[in-house]
T-cell receptor, first 114, second 112 residues
Framework: GAVVSQHPSRVICKSGTSVKIECRSL??????MFWYRQFPKKSLMLMAT?????????EQGVEKDKFLINHASLTLSTLTVTSAHPEDSSFYIC??????????FGNGTRLTVT | GEDVEQSLFLSVREGDSSVINCTYT??????LYWYKQEPGAGLQLLTY?????DMKQDQRLTVLLNKKDKHLSLRIADTQTGDSAIYFC????????????FGTGTRLTIIP
């Protein structure tokens, strides 16, 4: 069964609004979670590393004020796309892993900004 | 920086074996992974191999690693229609809690 749950799987929002995506590790504690973005027919691009109890580490070129990441507990990280625009439409995927185990991925969130 | 390359497309007849190849440049890559992505879904971990191994077999899947050439392959025996997906190889310097560097992905198409 799924070990990483991502919600929602699909969301449509109006331009200018904010959208929150949740990523949960189901039966393990994840001190680190990762947020990826995937463009159509492309590979995954790492956006940021979410660290429990501290600030996220963003990759170069990713706007931290636009993509807010909160890792409030050992089983939950959230990504909030603020003031969304059509160019933010994409497939967002989170992953989580425990020490000495491979990373598992959520099922992704398809965001469409109209 | 790290670079992981794959061919973009592969077509295989149902029942034949599929071989998906991957090359990487980072000599510190310690763990190498294969993930499967079906349309509209997340990534499913298929298998992984540690860099001190040459081969790993798991049912229909066989992973071969040539560390000298930095070449990784995934062989799927008796390919079925359900194997149609995009396959990503990935590498990381350690196990767990480490970001992965992904290849470009190979779209596997099964010909009936």
């Amino acid at each position: 069964g799924a070990v990483v749950s991502q919600h929602p799987s699909r969301v449509i929002c109006k331009s200018g609004t904010s959208v929150k995506i949740e990523c949960r590790s189901l039966d393990f504690q994840a001190t680190t979670m990762f947020w990826y973005r995937q463009f159509p027919k492309k590979s995954l691009m790492l956006m940021a590393t979410s660290n429990e109890g501290s600030k996220a580490t963003y990759e170069q070129g990713v706007e931290k004020d636009k993509f807010l990441i909160n890792h409030a507990s050992l089983t939950l990280s959230t990504l909030t796309v603020t003031s969304a625009h059509p160019e933010d439409s994409s497939f967002y995927i989170c992953s989580a892993g425990a020490l000495n185990s491979p990373l598992h991925f959520g099922n992704g969130t398809r965001l469409t900004v109209t | 920086g790290e670079d992981v390359e794959q061919s973009l497309f592969l077509s295989v007849r149902e029942g034949d074996s599929s071989v998906i190849n991957c090359t990487y440049t980072d000599s510190s890559s310690t763990y190498l992974y294969w993930y499967k992505q079906e349309p509209g879904a997340g990534l499913q971990l298929l298998t992984y191999i540690f860099s001190n191994m040459d081969m790993k077999q798991d049912q229909r899947l066989t992973v071969l690693l040539n560390k000298k050439d930095k070449h990784l392959s995934l062989r799927i025996a008796d390919t079925q229609t359900g194997d149609s997906a995009i396959y990503f190889c990935a590498e990381s310097p350690s196990f767990g809690n480490e970001k992965l560097t992904f290849g470009t992905g190979t779209r596997l198409t099964i010909i009936p």
